[in-house]
């Protein structure tokens, strides 16, 4: 895969996750006005609760990943792909940090 159709496909993904989000969440959320209830929400059956585990602990991965290229690559301003991937989800923080990672390294590349 091209580095081009790499980046696109990565900004696909946060784009279209952020626009499930919004057509999802925002409307319920706006109605209801319970942030705790809705992040509870996640966790009402054991499915839900399975997937909402295996979110929140990809978020963690994410951290690891950020703190490590931080100390090993110089990666900057991971900390804003961690809000992300709180708010609207880590389909989006994810992404957004490995696009932004790639032109990182891509740059370092460049100029070593």
């Known amino acids: 895969m091209s580095d081009k159709t790499f980046l696109f ?14 057509a999802l969440v925002i409307p319920p959320l706006l109605a209801e006005k319970d942030i705790i209830g809705a992040f509870a929400a996640g966790f009402v059956n054991p499915y839900a609760a399975g997937y ?13 990943l950020v703190m490590h290229d931080r100390h090993t690559h110089g990666i900057r301003q991971g900390g804003w792909y961690l809000l992300l991937g709180i708010v609207p989800g880590v389909a989006v923080g994810l992404a ?6 790639h032109k990182q390294l891509a740059q370092t590349q460049a100029t070593a």
């Open 9 to 22: 496909a990565l900004y696909l993904v946060a784009a279209l996750f952020t626009l499930a989000f919004v």
């Open 96 to 101: 957004l940090y490995l696009a932004s990672r």
């Open 52 to 64: 909402a585990t295996d979110v929140i602990m990809c978020w963690l991965a994410l951290a690891l």
